[in-house]
């Protein structure tokens, strides 16, 4: 927008002023001064500018009525959870009974009080990159809270109703470099890169979203970083470093397991406190449990992946 002209008093009437005509007379023989004259500022100064007006003829706004670029808005943090139902036969009784007898997974409702209210629960690998995409700024920090095995990080599964285990639905993130069956981003194995890490210019719609691996990619901010809350989330090195590769974002996660330690209130209080497993009983850990998993970034055993640029 350009801006205001300066504002000068209109120049004299009379052939003694010093306002410029349209005319070719020298100045002081013009005896009538022309509808121009009342608009111009005096000789020397931009005699093309009219007062109160642009160059285009058009009025000027003050700079209180200027209308101001919308600013970006500030990068988030999002969490996701994944899809773990509470098994069925599991009363508030026996669901503390299994946590004595440490027979216990946490599942989704212990994912998301530990997470924090504004986590959101997805069911799929695709549905992972569809809750990214809808992120209406850029991502600073994604935390993934789900469960794991060394080689299969899932999105999705089953707490066994005996406590004892979780299954794990396929095909979830797997080595792309082994061949496994759930490639992290299968199709993007063949669709978005053998390694998870070349550019993705492909297409896929998941729900009524199209995007491409280059789309997700862009919704991280420049120093974004992805934390990993897992069992044996960072334990596979490969398929650790496929995450970093694929998302084009730092990876954090633990080389050992992560531990939910009941809090007093159980179950009417699901806010467990974690803890990274040190000790030979997972249990004993807790005593080094933190309220706020934030708590956890400085950790001895926390590891860290950064991308191969593509």
Not at 13 to 38: E, H, R, W, Y
Not at 82 to 88: I, L, N, Q, S, Y
Not at 107 to 128: N, P, Q
Not at 172 to 177: L, M, R
Request: glycine share 10%.
């Amino acid at each position: 927008m350009a801006n205001l002209p300066d504002v000068h008093p209109n120049a004299p009437a009379g052939g003694s002023g010093t306002g410029s005509s349209k005319s070719s007379k020298p100045l002081g023989l013009n005896d009538q001064l022309d509808i121009a004259d009342f608009t111009r500022g005096p000789v020397g100064r931009d005699p093309f500018k009219t007062v109160g007006q642009n160059v285009f003829g058009t009025p000027s706004l003050l700079p209180s009525q200027q209308t101001k670029p919308t600013p970006p808005p500030a990068a988030i943090e999002l969490t996701l959870v994944g899809h773990f139902p509470r098994p069925t036969n599991w009363s508030d009784t026996v669901e503390k009974n299994l946590i004595a007898a440490d027979t216990w997974f946490p599942h989704t409702l212990d994912f998301r009080a530990v997470a924090g209210s504004g986590s959101v629960e997805i069911t799929t690998e695709w549905d992972f990159l569809l809750k990214i995409m809808q992120v209406q700024a850029k991502i600073k920090r994604l935390n993934f809270f789900s469960h794991a095995a060394t080689s299969l990080i899932a999105m999705a599964g089953a707490v066994l109703p005996d406590g004892t285990n979780v299954n794990l639905s396929p095909p979830g993130w797997t080595q792309v470099i082994s061949g496994g069956t759930g490639p992290i981003m299968d199709p993007y194995a063949n669709t978005w890169g053998t390694f998870g890490e070349n550019s993705g210019t492909v297409t896929v719609t998941v729900g009524n979203v199209t995007f491409n691996l280059d789309n997700v990619r862009a919704k991280f901010a420049e120093d974004a970083v992805i934390w990993l809350y897992l069992c044996h989330g960072a334990s596979d090195p490969n398929l650790f470093q496929e995450i970093a590769n694929t998302f084009q974002v730092t990876v954090k996660g633990f080389s050992k397991e992560v531990v939910y330690c009941a809090p007093a209130g159980f179950p009417s209080d699901r806010k467990h406190k974690i803890a990274v497993v040190t000790t030979s009983k997972p249990s004993d850990s807790c005593a080094n449990g933190v309220a706020d998993f934030h708590g956890l970034d400085g950790h001895a055993n926390a590891r860290t992946a950064s991308p191969r640029k593509h």
